[in-house]
């Protein structure tokens, strides 16, 4: 059973695999697990994956067999076991407990060499359907605080299978991150009565500079305080605090949205590898005034990063003034 | 001139490059400032840098001629202008002030090869005084706060350059990670009236399963909620809260333990990547009961950390006590 540990200065939480954990010579050779040639996400190789949990296919196709357009299974190697119950101990002056969760993986289409900029706008509203579907069957598990989804894209980026997918963890505690924005962006209300990312969209459709591209629900730009060279956030103009909540401004606009942003930054910067997570609100919460889900795009550009993710401290080389005209100004 | 803009959210100061920014092609382009076969930081080359502001070099050499054993001069592609004023200014809603500091860099060592594991004990034992010394010079400045120390070895940690030296950047905000564990450490001293680095030490030594190794004065070991395989951390076993005022455990016990450590971790993981950061009190305070210097060691294995940085949430695929345990047991 995998543990969740706490870093007692900073309260920051780990997932730490506890068995079959990574030997030093896992790390020396290269690609030690991919299997080349093979891909268990390809359609045909259904029974290479855990049993669907979902799946959007045609009515007269059997569940885990050819014809489906998208699925969703269990990680075959998950960070966190979904059985089980949240044993909290402490250990000395530190405080664990069991890696209960769950971690899924969204297989976004059938197509080996598709990518979030070259699939049909159909596939990819789907993508985001599955997406609300799979987090409102978690958030029923109340052991589960949040949801995380999130998408490595490429080699450099962290992930370990070249098939367009995503992947859901469901966790029993609330990453750092998170725990930061909802305070940062709680105080902000409890001072104006706002929303700090209404504020951000009024303020960015006001200077325009770092304005990507929009349309009538959402809005994409590159961020004033910018830690990544062209990172990119997307927003929906209304106040929404969940993703999961988002039917009313349209999964087909944000369907369409992300198509543009991510063509633009393929034209840019030559398909980059990238991360890109969504940030929405604890599943413990409902409707929240002050916290407005979005969308982090982090190209992962050669070079950069080096110590930043071990002093909070980043340097960012390209202004995210600059990085926009580059994206605004990209034709497809 | 670079600017410092604060996240108005979370509160996290980056350093945006405003000019000679980065473009896209310069991310496309593998290594393009890399000159191979010249380094700027071995004997003779001394030209090819900016002037020197501290050497160690035998009485009768000229600054900035050969003959040094550690010369520190400053960055000549800073990240910082050290000359001007902070101006502190807002953008509609965002807060940024101009980007004033010192990036300075310590080449330790002539000989282009070296490394912590394999230079002098002697040779290391300067290279810590150096620090201290240029702290305490940077520390005079009103302007800053904050002195950062950090280290890049190897290409895959964010290492421009391969001759062994380390980087200096003063700084006039405290960066996140710092702030955090300033209020982290605070906080536990205003419950139980101690350090929570001392409580760390004394619950380390005596579970005993994260030491890697030890001496009179410094531990090593590989802490509970580790982010990373093998992250390592040492710290002084007395407590003292800035790294420049050690002298009282010795910088000779420090470049000895140090020493050892690296061998064990080069030995292991066959010379691996890293970053190191010497994680200590800002420069505005003094003699803090509450805080605890100490160094940070991240080695950048394949493939890991992907998405984490972006969300503050870290999957650890080596436990660290496993990890202590190939450490303590490399024979070198």
């Not at 980026?157 to 909802?182: D, F, W």
């Not at 994409?220 to 009313?248: G, N």
Request: hydrophobic letters at 35%; glycine letters at 6%.
């Amino acid at each position: 059973m995998p543990e969740l540990r706490r870093d007692p200065i900073i309260g920051r939480w780990v997932i730490i695999a506890t068995e079959r954990g990574k030997r030093p010579v896992d790390f020396s050779s290269p690609e030690p697990t991919k299997e080349r040639g093979f891909c268990p996400f390809c359609a045909g190789n259904e029974d290479k994956t855990p049993a669907e949990v979902l799946a959007y296919r045609p009515a007269e196709t059997a569940p885990n067999s050819e014809g489906w357009r998208i699925r969703v299974v269990p990680n075959k190697f998950p960070a966190l076991m979904v059985e089980g119950d949240l044993g909290r101990v402490g250990e000395g002056m530190y405080d664990m407990m069991s890696g209960i969760g769950a971690h899924e993986v969204i297989i976004e289409t059938p197509d080996h060499e598709a990518s979030w900029s070259t699939m049909s706008q159909a596939n990819l509203e789907e993508v985001l359907w599955a997406f609300k579907e799979r987090i409102e069957d978690l958030k029923q598990d109340p052991r589960f605080k949040y949801i995380l989804t999130f998408k490595n894209h490429g080699d450099a980026a962290g992930a370990s299978l070249e098939h367009p997918h995503t992947q859901m963890i469901a966790l029993p505690i609330i990453p750092k991150r998170v725990a930061e924005e909802m305070e940062g962006s709680r105080a902000h209300f409890a001072n104006k009565e706002r929303c700090i990312f209404c504020d951000i969209i009024h303020q960015e459709q006001m200077s325009k500079s770092r304005i990507i591209t929009e349309n009538k629900n959402f809005i994409a730009f590159t961020p004033f305080a910018s830690r990544f060279p062209f990172e990119t956030w997307v927003l929906p103009k209304m106040h929404i605090s969940h993703y999961e909540d988002s039917e009313k401004v349209g999964f087909d606009y944000l369907a369409s949205l992300l198509r543009d942003t991510m063509r633009r930054l393929d034209t840019v910067l030559s398909d980059p590898p990238y991360n890109l997570i969504i940030h929405t609100s604890p599943v413990t919460a409902f409707n929240l005034e002050y916290y407005h889900w979005h969308i982090e795009i982090i190209p992962k550009l050669t070079k950069v990063a080096g110590f930043e993710w071990g002093t909070g401290f980043y340097i960012n080389p390209t202004p995210p003034e600059e990085a926009a005209e580059y994206l605004r100004e990209a034709n497809d």
